[in-house]
């Protein structure tokens, strides 16, 4: 049981200005020095720190951040798996300055993020499968921030390095391509599900690329907002002969609906596309894509066969 508070104690008085002050000061050296700490400890490579005011090893100019856009998730796992995957790039690209904004539900969302860039260029990359509400309206909303010169990248769907992963994760899952190229074997491929009739049609697209790679049906279905559900699909399947079915996680990060997902086939199911390797090169080109690109809508609308 816990023990009152002795009388005598008053409570605090509230902080004053300059109090305030110190401690948020303290509050960013202390998340600066974390941030040259890696997940297991250690101290990270000095690639991985931010070095805005840097010039180019030519002399130039240096290159713009690298903004990574993930969704956010409850799910602590989820935004372990960004961090994995933003690593991978900056192992990829040494020097390159990389940041993280959540659209919602983590921090530093991006807003925040912007604000740290002020006065310099960043390329927006959202970690996002599709061309949907967060691609076409959430994102050049927030890019029009104050100070910053910025460009928004294609979502990272639909395009082949993402069948690059999808097959690995599948293959993770036990799919054996000698095993299951025959007539009873196919694929759901499970996304999070958009009103956006753009979103549905880059998820059928990689659905297509899917099946080409497989050499078996791929079936789209979907967590929300349109059908069918990845358990409807699962039975029209069977009702086909296609018992052995898996299911392709098509998210970026675990998250309720990749869980969900999931759940229909679990002995059957991949993991999300995370920080495969293939992921890791694909943010890479839509950030070379949009630099290259003479404006930013040039970027959202750039598609996935480049």
Wanted: charged residues 20%.
């Amino acid at each position: 049981m816990t023990e009152p508070a002795p009388e005598h104690l008053q409570q605090s008085p509230p902080l004053t200005h300059s109090t305030a002050h110190l401690l948020a000061r303290i509050t960013d050296q202390l998340g600066a020095q974390l941030s040259l700490v890696s997940r297991n400890g250690t101290r990270r490579p000095m690639h991985r720190t931010r070095h805005p005011d840097r010039p180019a090893a030519d002399g130039g100019t240096s290159a713009p951040a690298l903004v990574a856009v993930a969704h956010g998730s409850r799910d602590p796992q989820g935004l372990r798996t960004v961090l994995a995957l933003l690593d991978r790039v900056r192992d990829l690209r040494p020097g390159l300055d990389v940041r993280l904004g959540h659209i919602e539900l983590n921090a530093p969302l991006l807003p925040d993020t912007l604000d740290g860039l002020r006065g310099a260029e960043a390329v927006l990359v959202p970690l996002l499968l599709g061309r949907g509400h967060h691609v076409k309206r959430d994102l050049p909303a927030t890019a029009a921030a104050p100070g910053v010169r910025t460009r928004i990248a294609a979502p990272l769907g639909p395009h082949p390095l993402l069948v690059e992963a999808l097959y690995g994760r599948l293959v993770e899952a036990g799919w054996d391509a000698a095993d299951h190229g025959g007539r009873h074997a196919a694929v759901v491929l499970a996304a999070a599900g958009s009103r956006d009739p753009d979103s549905a049609q880059d998820t059928r697209r990689t659905a297509r690329l899917l099946a080409e790679r497989l050499g078996v049906p791929v079936v789209p279905a979907y967590a929300s907002a349109t059908a069918p559900t990845v358990p409807a699909a699962l039975r029209a399947l069977a009702a086909r002969g296609r018992h052995r079915a898996f299911v392709a996680s098509y998210f970026t990060a675990p998250g309720r609906f990749a869980s969900a997902c999931a759940d229909a086939v679990p002995h059957r199911a991949a993991a999300p596309l995370g920080a495969h390797p293939a992921m890791a090169r694909l943010v890479l080109h839509r950030y070379d894509q949009a630099r290259m690109a003479a404006t930013s809508a040039d970027a959202v609308t750039l598609l996935a066969s480049a």
